[in-house]
């Protein structure tokens, strides 16, 4: 396929030097560069495994009501809470 491309300046010194160090054709080189990015590209994604909390266990609960914010309130503070 023949077509007409427009690249960046740090692309095309790259292109040149690795021509240069595989004495190769500038075909070959932008025809070889892209294929490990384009295959990620389309290869499917890789989820990681879903992150999963471990569970503790707290004990009885020594509060009797949770509900009852003046309980726990007089609780937390230290307070003889009838």
């Known amino acids: 396929m023949r077509t007409t491309l427009t690249l960046d300046e740090d692309v095309a010194a790259l ?3 690795v021509r240069q160090d595989r004495r190769g054709t500038l075909k070959d080189v ?3 560069a892209p294929r490990p990015g384009l295959r990620q590209m389309t290869a499917p994604v890789q989820r990681d495994a ?8 707290l004990g ?3 509060i009797g009501d949770l509900d009852d ?3 726990v309130l007089a609780v937390a503070e230290g307070e003889n809470f009838a």
């Open 15 to 17: 292109l040149r030097r």
């Open 30 to 32: 932008v025809n070889e």
């Open 50 to 57: 879903p992150y999963r909390t471990r569970t503790v266990s």
């Open 60 to 62: 009885r609960c020594l």
């Open 69 to 71: 914010v003046s309980e």
